[in-house]
């Protein structure tokens, strides 16, 4: 089945505590994002990756990091989260193509306290 | 850059009846792809309809019709006689033919339909 898997679906933290999510896709899609999901904003997307070895900025970058070591995997790193990363986050994947659809993870509700 | 807006920050209605969902998108891009996703109470989001930029005719699936205008660069989304399985959150989205895989998304809809 294809799909996009996200770990963990839950997490409550502390400021400052170090944390990764992890995204894996199962489709050997090129095209693999980040996004977080705020009331009244939408999803903005925090980075992006078009191939192994390949990231870049989003529009919303600010504290996180990101690697793509491996094709089907995509973690998303806060070094060092605080209480305005507090959100759900949504990793995605896709064919390098504007017209195709991308395929959403189940999301990840992240608290920091 | 790429713009989307969907004004209606929240709707509330009674089974049965029909609800329009507004989307007004902004790009100079030519060629541009629009989207719109549900997300439930459980929090996923759901693929409802890809359109693109060459192809203005509105389409059906179901209860579901979108009515896409790009002389009002609009994308709206009708449900017809709704349900109480309709209770979501609906976005709309946009991405260029630029931007590889980037989709630019509105602020979302949140609807209410009572039973």
């Known amino acids: 089945e294809a799909q996009v898997t996200q770990n963990p679906r839950y997490l409550i933290t502390v400021t400052g505590k170090k944390l990764t999510v992890t995204c894996s896709q199962n489709m050997n899609h090129e095209y693999m994002s980040w996004y977080r999901q705020d009331p009244g904003l939408g999803l903005r997307q925090i980075y992006y990756s078009m191939n192994v070895e390949v990231t870049d900025k989003g529009d919303v970058p600010e504290g996180y990091k990101v690697s793509r070591k491996e094709k089907r995997n995509f973690p998303l790193i806060l070094e060092s989260p605080s209480p305005n990363q507090t959100s759900l986050y949504f990793c995605?994947?896709?064919?390098?193509?504007?017209?195709?659809?991308?395929?959403f993870g189940p999301g990840t509700r992240l608290t920091v306290t | 850059a790429q713009k989307v807006t969907q004004a209606q920050t929240e709707i509330s209605v009674v089974e049965k009846e029909d609800v329009t969902l507004d989307c007004v998108y902004e790009?100079?891009?030519?060629?541009?792809?629009l989207f719109w996703y549900k997300q439930p109470p459980s929090g996923e989001l759901v693929f409802l309809i890809r359109?693109?930029?060459?192809?203005?005719q509105n389409e059906i699936s179901g209860r579901y019709s979108w009515n896409f205008q790009k002389s009002t660069s609009s994308f709206n989304f009708t449900i017809t006689a709704s349900q109480v399985v309709d209770s979501a959150v609906y976005f709309c989205a946009l991405s260029v033919g630029t931007s590889y895989g980037k989709l630019t998304f509105g602020q979302g809809t949140i609807l209410t339909v009572h039973p």
């Open positions: 790009t100079r891009d030519t060629t541009y792809y």
């Open positions: 359109r693109n930029s060459f192809d203005e």
């Open positions: 995605a994947s896709s064919l390098l193509l504007s017209s195709y659809e991308q395929y």
